[in-house]
């Protein structure tokens, strides 16, 4: 009986919605969606939307006080649209200064995407090349993120489907030369590797800065690390894998570090696809 109450109250409620600042990643989503579920709340009541940063939660209103303190915890911005709120307008956006704190992660990302994408070849390395994707497609989505000031849900949910399938064919692309190389291997140069390894580390840290004041809560080392640790972990295993070829002469470091890389990159396309598949079935 009490079960079946609850039931109806809750699906009759309209669900609450949020703007999500300071997400770069898709797999910021993810650690969102976790950090809210850990205050006791069902899988499915809570949404993070990869294509267009907006939480959707499906919970009576008492529920509130305690998901909003277990999201704080990790550092994003969270902003209560109200029910009329269609999404274009985001007060943190018409700041030229947030914009131009943005372009310059957009410029970082893009570029040492690109760099690294080269860097990659030069070493002969497909930890590497994973490894810049990740750069590529933070830069898109912040990219799209600048673009998108203004458009409407649908626009914003087809753009990321775009940039969606873009990534997943990058993804792809790379996963398959990985696959490739499993059966021609050539030992990439160690010395490189770790160089651009290094600098990647260096460059997640320098892309989170000028975002820092924009983003809720204290401008200081634990801050950077929370905003950068989801790509630092895949710039520190390509400099782990890095020593490893140095050590065994073998490519096979190399190329496991890839196959995790590339995995979670096509996982992270493909949450962008799924979740700009439901924006646009929602709108
Ligand atoms: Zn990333």
């Not at 109250?9 to 969606?33: F, H, L, N, T, W």
């Not at 160690?190 to 600098?199: D, K, P, Q, R, Y």
Request: with cysteine; charged share 15%.
């Amino acid at each position: 009986m009490e079960t079946c109450k609850n039931r109806t109250s809750d699906s009759s409620k309209s669900p609450i919605r949020y703007r999500v600042s300071g997400m770069d990643c898709a797999k910021d989503a993810a650690q969102i969606e976790r950090a809210v579920q850990s205050a006791g709340i069902a899988p499915d009541a809570v949404k993070v939307s990869a294509a267009t940063h907006i939480m959707t939660l499906n919970i009576p209103e008492s529920q509130l006080a305690e998901i909003e303190k277990a999201a704080a915890t990790t550092g994003y911005g969270f902003e209560r649209m109200d029910a009329n709120d269609d999404g274009t307008q985001s007060a943190a956006h018409q700041d030229p200064a947030y914009r131009r704190a943005l372009w310059i992660v957009v410029l970082l990302n893009v570029g040492y995407g690109i760099v690294e994408m080269v860097g990659g070849f030069l070493a002969g390395s497909q930890a590497v090349k994973a490894d810049a994707l990740d750069f590529l497609g933070d830069g898109l989505i912040t990219f799209l993120g600048l673009l998108a000031i203004g458009w409407s849900l649908v626009w914003r949910a087809r753009s990321a489907m775009i940039q969606g399938i873009f990534l997943g064919v990058l993804g792809l692309g790379v996963l398959g030369t990985t696959i490739w190389r499993v059966f021609a291997q050539t030992t990439p140069d160690a010395n490189l590797m770790g160089l651009f390894g290094f600098i990647a580390l260096i460059v997640n840290v320098l892309a989170v800065l000028p975002l820092l004041k924009f983003r809720k809560g204290d401008a200081n080392m634990r801050a950077v690390w929370l905003f950068s640790r989801n790509d630092a972990i895949g710039n520190a295993a390509v400099v782990v894998a890095a020593v490893l070829v140095y050590l065994m002469g073998s490519a096979w470091p190399d190329l496991i570090v890839a196959f995790g890389i590339a995995g979670l990159f096509l996982h992270s396309s493909w949450s962008i696809i799924r979740d700009a598949r439901a924006d646009l079935k929602e709108t």
